[in-house]
């Protein structure tokens, strides 16, 4: 049952359908209505530990870093703590500052990643503090830490990482909800986003239901031999997640941009050849972005849109794909599945092994 195909289905197919499931196991438990607030008992850290959180440094690799600077996002937002992520890969090298007051934040699927399991034994050596947001109970990371979040997204084998990054997001949106509320995150807020979380596991179905659709769309982006991801703020993440999904599976040269930025350099490459992913939800940004996705068509550059409802593209010639509405604060979970989506059909479209993508292993262990 672990490895290989289930139904004649890749492994990442049924992984990206279990995600509705294992997003309900990770939320389980954990939410308290009452008080409008997240409880994790494996932090293992009482409401005045927490209030004296001074900054929190998320560490992981690959797309457990892109999922880390969601959480980022979440933390400021949410206990207005500022945060931020950086890839563990690189983090030991530049004889990082430890401090006594900043929460460190070891994020892993496997657990086993050797980058980020040095990364939480530098700190700790240091005398830092560090969680973990891991999957496998037991880990290396997990035992590593001083505590933690399991996530829950039950065995993951394909190695293009889904469940387990949206059970990522859920524990970040936790534990930025319970550091909000020891601080000034309003009960009103905190209701608004408990309502938000229970409501994301029947959302992701919406999303996975519009599948045909987002097929279509990933067939025409397959054609190309290289695409932008584009997105703002919370949405830049996302782009770099959806990148990094396409390049693993598709072989096609991807490349996250901030959609900001595009005016400074990239905007030299759009062409009729060179489609662009944009992440553009119906937030504080909406207006800018769909300015900028009128320089990309200026410049005869294909469009495929990830949004919500409602938003107005004008004139805009785009593949639209929608996702649900949420929290502002909880979309980039919505406008991640799409892209794993988009990915997973590209690759089937070009004939590519989905589950064993070339070069890549599930973990990796050794430096
Ligand atoms: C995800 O699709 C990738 N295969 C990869 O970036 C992965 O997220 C990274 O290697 C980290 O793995 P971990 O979560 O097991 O530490």
Redesign the pocket.
């Known amino acids: 049952y672990e490895h290989g195909q289930i139904d004649g289905r890749p492994r990442m197919y049924t992984e990206m359908l279990e995600q509705p499931a294992s997003v309900e196991r990770a939320l389980r438990g954990r939410l308290d209505e009452r008080f409008a607030t997240a409880h994790l008992g494996g932090l293992e850290m009482d409401a005045r530990e927490l209030r004296a959180v001074r900054r929190v440094k998320i560490l992981?690799?690959?797309?457990?870093y892109y999922v880390g600077q969601m959480g980022a996002s979440l933390v400021e937002e949410l206990a207005r703590v500022p945060a931020d992520a950086e890839a563990a890969s690189e983090f030991r090298y530049r004889d990082p500052v430890i401090e006594p007051d900043t929460l460190y934040v070891a994020v892993?699927?496997?657990g086993?990643?050797i980058d980020?399991l040095l990364a939480v034994e530098e700190i700790k050596r240091k005398g830092g503090r560090v969680i973990g947001l891991v999957n496998v109970v037991g880990s290396a990371i997990a035992r590593a830490c001083d505590g933690g979040i399991y996530l829950h997204a039950g065995p993951e084998i394909a190695?293009?990482?889904t469940k387990?990054l949206t059970t990522m997001y859920v524990g970040f949106a936790l534990l930025a909800l319970q550091l909000g509320r020891v601080r000034d995150l309003s009960v009103a807020d905190g209701r608004r986003l408990v309502a938000g979380l229970q409501a994301l596991p029947a959302q992701i179905e919406q999303v996975l239901d519009g599948e045909e659709r987002i097929a279509e769309a990933a067939k025409s982006l397959a054609a190309a031999e290289s695409l932008f991801f584009v997105g703002r703020v919370r949405g830049y993440p996302v782009a770099r997640e959806g990148a990094?999904?396409f390049k693993?599976i598709s072989y096609r040269h991807a490349e996250a941009y901030q959609m900001s930025e595009l005016k400074h350099g990239p905007l030299a490459l759009i062409s009729p050849d060179v489609p662009t992913v944009a992440i553009v939800p119906d937030d504080e940004l909406t207006d800018r972005n769909v300015a900028a996705l009128h320089e990309i068509a200026a410049r005869g550059g294909p469009l495929v849109v990830v949004t919500h409802p409602g938003v107005d593209l004008g004139e805009l010639r785009a593949e639209r794909i929608e996702v649900p509405r949420n929290e502002r604060e909880l979309d980039p979970l919505l406008l991640t599945v799409p892209l794993q989506l988009l990915a997973y059909h590209a690759a089937l479209s070009l004939g590519h092994d989905v589950d064993k993508p070339r070069n890549?292993a599930k973990?990796?262990t050794v430096e």
Not at 60 to 64: E, L, P, Q, R, Y
């Open positions: 992981g690799c690959g797309s457990a892993s699927q496997s086993e990643t980020t190695v293009a990482s387990a990094q999904k693993e890549l973990s990796v």
